[in-house]
């Protein structure tokens, strides 16, 4: 099984809402990435867990807050968006903490904040 | 920090042809540069990809080619299809470093 799964496919939610998005993926890979994309724009990395710990976080407004409950499992908790927070979210899984591995990426999902 | 640069941003061949797409970077202690394929709707999927100690890897009609020297790898489709319509991400990283970096992204359109 090389798939990431990542749910919902498309969200939409106002400014005052909480929302969560989710990732799963079952190739034993130690490592997890939150991206943002947006329309036209290559992937921007927003964080990374290694061995279930946050290794890196990019400069990240709070109102994005990451958890990763297993080493299978990646979440991303949102309040308080903004419109400009709407893009894709990809969600990356990799073999290690070595960014040399190859990252396996899911669908992502299409986030709108109205 | 690493830069990478990808050219050209679109790339419009006729089924059956060749396209060519070339990534620039600048930190000579990257080692491994992959490709990713995003069509629409769809996250980035892996091509191929190619690490430090190799100059070329082929992989049916896809190949990708490094100059370490240079600082440039660049990816050779042939006989194009349809179906290879997308955009095409470079990237680069290395081993013990914090991230992947892409390219600006290509979006090939092949013609029937």
């Known amino acids: 099984d090389t798939e990431v799964t990542q749910t919902p496919k498309h969200l939409v939610m106002g400014m005052t809402n909480k929302k969560s998005l989710k990732c799963e993926q079952h190739m034993g890979h130690r490592a997890m990435y939150w991206y943002k994309q947006k329309a036209k724009k290559p992937p921007e990395l927003m964080f990374v867990?290694?061995?279930?710990?946050?290794?890196i976080n990019e400069s990240v407004p709070s109102r994005f807050s990451p958890e990763c409950p297993n080493s299978s499992l990646l979440n991303l908790h949102l309040h308080a968006l903004q419109p400009e927070d709407s893009a894709l979210y990809l969600c990356a899984s990799s073999q290690g903490e070595a960014f040399a591995d190859t990252q396996y990426f899911g669908p992502g999902t299409r986030l709108t904040v109205l | 920090g690493e830069n990478v640069e990808q050219h050209p941003s679109t790339l419009s061949v006729q089924e059956g042809d060749s396209a060519v797409i070339k990534c620039t970077y600048s930190d000579s202690a990257s080692n491994y540069f992959p490709w990713y394929k995003q069509e629409l709707g769809k996250g980035p999927q892996l091509i191929i990809d190619?690490?430090?100690?190799?100059g070329e890897k082929k992989d049916q009609r896809i190949a990708v080619t490094l100059n370490k020297t240079a600082k440039h790898f660049s990816l050779h489709i042939t006989e194009t299809q349809p179906e290879d319509s997308a955009v095409y991400f470079c990237a680069v990283s290395n081993t013990g470093g914090f991230k992947t970096i892409f390219g600006a992204g290509t979006r090939l359109f092949v013609k029937a």
């Open positions: 190619i690490r430090s100690n190799v």
């Open positions: 867990y290694s061995y279930e710990k946050l290794s």
